[in-house]
């Protein structure tokens, strides 16, 4: 049995790249699979610092592909923690364990995604690690790429259908997370995403001219909202946004009735989400001082903001839900402040608010 200095001598070979100082160690008779006092082996140190040559010749030399650390960790989870690819692919192709999870239950794919190496979250996928594998707290690699604002992991992982709003254990969905961390793109990526959804949504129906039609008319509203230009003004028109969403909503479920469809359900679900993504990534605008700052525009937008306000609550305020109420109210208080105009009280026009 060897001793740890001899242990030692092996990984710390492995973990400077040496392919001759592995060869001349094993060639003294040390384990491939030995232990150092700390747990590691020399696969694992090989494949943390990326020395593809060395991961190579330690498996031609029987090393053991799956052993873990006391937490549950891996050689390839290693590898894909600190983006190293070409180890990545050799431990891969050598039968390593894609889907063997830590002691938190993470896997290779949402170590990759945690980190944002979006070169290794693709290789995996195309090797068929499972997307929508949870965690111990219910967190799956797109809700942990989302929360670390890992944009480029995200847009892989969307491309590759992981659910959007597959939550954790306490209910929070990746765009909840997202929002909650303050990643902007990431939000404005999965509001994105909905696009499609919607389509998918108006397909269920089939190609009847009515729907179809419906679904044209919820696309051709929304691209109005869609893009980084004057989001104040898209914010301060939610109502109406809502207010459309809403008859979308009601006209679409009653063509369906109407045709004796069964899938009025996920027009509904789709719509009201779409409907619910804006809420929350207006909270997310709204929560950032320095963007909100930008977007003030002058005295003739501020204006306009608090006229679209007022238009909105008029209108659509009997279909507007508490969130939505608390949105708008926070537009006006924001630009109240930025304009430093002396207000009283609250505007009559926003007494609605008080008896959702």
């Given at each position: 049995m060897e001793n740890d200095k001899e242990v030692q001598t092996l990984i710390k070979a492995a973990r400077s790249g040496s392919v001759q100082s592995v060869k001349q160690a094993l060639k003294f008779g040390i384990d491939v699979d030995a232990h150092s006092s700390d747990n590691w082996t020399a696969l694992i140190a090989a494949s943390q610092k990326g020395h593809t040559d060395v991961v190579e010749l330690l498996l031609a030399n029987k090393a053991?592909?799956?052993?873990?650390l006391p937490d549950g960790t891996t050689a390839l989870c290693i590898a894909c923690q600190y983006g190293r690819v070409g180890a990545v692919r050799v431990l891969l192709a050598s039968g390593a364990a894609i889907e063997l999870?830590?002691?938190?239950?993470?896997?290779?794919?949402?170590?990759?995604?945690q980190y944002g190496h979006t070169d290794v979250v693709e290789l995996l996928l195309a090797n068929k690690a499972s997307v929508q594998t949870q965690c111990l707290n219910g967190a799956t690699a797109l809700y942990i790429a989302c929360q670390y604002g890992r944009v480029g992991a995200v847009r892989v992982l969307l491309a590759s259908g992981a659910a959007i709003e597959l939550a954790d254990d306490l209910g929070f969905t990746a765009l909840m997370v997202a929002s909650q961390y303050g990643h902007t793109d990431v939000v404005e990526l999965l509001l994105a995403n909905k696009a499609s959804k919607l389509k998918e949504a108006s397909k269920m129906a089939g190609n009847h001219t009515a729907i179809t039609g419906c679904w044209r008319g919820v696309k051709e509203q929304l691209l109005v909202y869609e893009g980084e230009s004057r989001l104040l003004i898209k914010?301060?028109?939610?109502?109406r946004v809502a207010g459309f969403?809403?008859?979308?909503?009601n006209t679409a479920l009653g063509i369906l009735n109407l045709l004796g469809s069964s899938d009025g359900i996920s027009w509904h679900q789709v719509l009201?989400?779409?409907?619910?993504?804006?809420?929350?990534?207006?909270?997310?605008?709204?929560?950032?001082?320095?963007?909100?700052?930008?977007?003030m525009g002058d005295e003739q937008q501020q204006l306009e903001v608090l006229t679209r306000l007022k238009h909105g609550l008029e209108r659509f305020g009997d279909v507007l839900n508490p969130r939505e109420l608390d949105v708008m109210s926070a537009v006006f208080d924001a630009v109240v402040r930025y304009a430093e105009v002396v207000a009283a009280a609250v505007p009559q026009w926003f007494a609605i608010s008080e008896t959702e």
């Open positions: 053991s592909v799956n052993t873990q999870a830590d002691d938190l239950g993470f896997t290779a794919l949402m170590v990759a995604s914010l301060a028109d939610i109502a969403l809403k008859r979308a909503t009201d989400r779409e409907r619910e993504d804006r809420i929350v990534f207006f909270e997310t605008l709204l929560a950032d001082d320095e963007r909100m700052a930008r977007e």
